[in-house]
C-alpha cells in the first residue's frame, strides 16, 4: 500500500525557473511532512518541513504549500539553480506516532539545465 | 566526523552469506532508525530504537533479518542467509529524541549486492 504518491518522477528546468514537485498522501493522522533532498552517494537530508496548521511555509527559495483538505503538499523550488539537481523525497507521519518513522514517497529526479 | 557513520560503503555477498552492516549514530542520539531504499525508489522503514530498545521492527521484510542496539549507541543491521531482492542501499538514520516531528540525519548508506 503506498501511502505517499509523488509526481513527476522526473523533471527537467532551466536555470532561474520554478521546479514544482507534488505529493498526496492516504493516511488523515499524518501530521508532519518534511521534504529530503539527496545528492548521488549520499543519505538523504532534511530540505524543509511543514504541519497541516498552516497553508504555507517558506525558506530562502524552498516553499511547500499544502492543501489538508485534498490531502495533497507539494514543493517549489523558485530560481532553480544547477546545484539544486538531485532526488527530491516527501515523506509523512503521525505526531502520535511514538516511533517518528517517515512514509517517503518514490522520489523525483530533479535537473536544472545551466 | 559530526555525522552518522556507514560501514562499510559497499558489499558484495554471494547468495546464502550473511551479512552484517554497522550504523554509527549521532553522539548522544536517542532514536536510531534502519531503512532500505531499492533502485530508483524512495526509502523505506525497516526498524526503530530508542536507545537501546527496538520499539518497532514492522519493516522487516523477514526472520532472516535482525537488528541490534545493544548499548543504545551503535546498530548492526544482520540479513542472513542472502537473496538476490535484498540488494539495496541500506540507510541509517539518528534524531536527537524519540518521538515524531524530530529531525532525522541520514549516513550515506551501505550498497549491498547480492549475486
Known amino acids: 500500500q503506498q501511502q505517499v504518491k509523488q509526481s513527476p518522477q522526473s523533471l527537467i528546468v532551466q536555470k532561474g525557473g520554478i521546479s514544482i514537485i507534488n505529493c498526496a498522501y492516504e493516511?488523515?493522522?499524518?501530521?508532519?511532512f518534511p521534504w529530503y533532498q539527496q545528492f548521488p552517494g549520499k543519505g538523504p537530508a532534511l530540505l524543509i518541513a511543514?504541519?497541516?496548521?498552516?497553508s504555507e511555509k517558506k525558506e530562502g527559495r524552498f516553499t511547500i504549500s499544502f492543501n489538508k483538505s485534498a490531502k495533497q503538499f507539494s514543493l517549489h523550488i523558485m530560481d532553480s539553480q544547477p546545484g539544486d539537481s538531485a532526488t527530491y523525497f516527501c515523506?509523512?507521519?503521525?505526531?502520535?506516532?511514538?516511533?517518528?518513522?517517515?512514509?517517503f514517497g518514490q522520489g523525483t529526479t530533479l535537473q536544472v539545465k545551466p | 566526523g559530526a555525522g552518522v557513520s556507514q560501514s562499510p560503503r559497499y558489499k558484495v555477498a554471494k547468495r546464502g552469506q550473511d551479512v552484517a552492516l554497522r550504523c554509527d549514530p549521532i553522539?548522544?542520539?536517542?532514536?536510531l532508525f534502519w531503512y532500505q531504499q531499492a533502485l530508483g525508489q524512495g526509502p523505506e522503514f525497516l526498524t526503530y530504537?530508542?536507545?537501546?530498545?527496538?520499539?518497532?521492527k514492522s519493516g522487516l521484510p523477514s526472520d532472516r533479518f535482525f537488528a541490534e542496539r545493544p548499548e543504545g549507541s551503535v546498530s548492526t543491521l544482520k540479513i542472513q542467509r542472502t537473496q538476490q531482492e535484498d540488494s539495496a542501499v541500506y540507510l541509517c538514520?539518528?534524531?536527537?529524541?524519540?518521538?515524531?516531528?524530530?529531525?532525522?540525519?541520514f549516513g550515506a548508506g551501505t550498497r549491498l549486492s547480492v549475486l
Open positions: 538514520a539518528s534524531s536527537r529524541t524519540s518521538g515524531a516531528k524530530n529531525i532525522q540525519y
Open positions: 493516511n488523515t493522522a499524518f501530521d508532519y
Open positions: 511543514i504541519r497541516p496548521d498552516v
Open positions: 515523506a509523512a507521519n503521525h505526531g502520535s506516532s511514538n516511533t517518528g518513522k517517515l512514509i
Open positions: 553522539s548522544g542520539h536517542v532514536s
Open positions: 530504537f530508542q536507545n537501546e530498545a527496538q520499539l518497532d
